[in-house]
């Protein structure tokens, strides 16, 4: 067990390191520069673009995991979502929320494959992702309540910085 948590360990670490290089290679050449005005330069109101970025999470956490996906987007759209007027805190919970819904979608949804490998009862991995379904729906309202009452998340950061 050791072994495989400092094999799992290992693998998020060069993940992480890989993911920073790679942000800082973006930042240095200028490309997040150029992707983010070219991003901008399409005029379309702040909800578009929140759906584009919901879009993207939901098709990337079908097959990286939630680590990869913040390292390799964030860096790119933070500035596009931060231009566009939403809050950094908000971004952030929403981000996290959309991974989570990414480790759930199929077809590989790594914690599905946990759950139906602990299960004490044989399961196909068909009926796991059926059970799940429910679970992401529930998640999906709860990312509507977020953009409609963005105060939910904001409200306690708010009084801390007063």
Known sequence: MLKEAAVTTSVIFIIVVGGMLFARFLTYSGLVDIISNALL?????KYTYLIGYVVLFTILGCFIEPIAIMVMTLPIMYPVMAAQGFDPIWLGVVSVKLAEIGVLTPPVGLN?????SSSPVPVTLGQVFTGVMPFIAMDFLSLVLYVIFPGMITWLP????K
């Open 112 to 116: 599905v494959f946990v759950v139906k």
């Open 41 to 45: 330069s399409l005029g379309t109101g």
């Open 158 to 161: 708010n009084l801390m910085s």
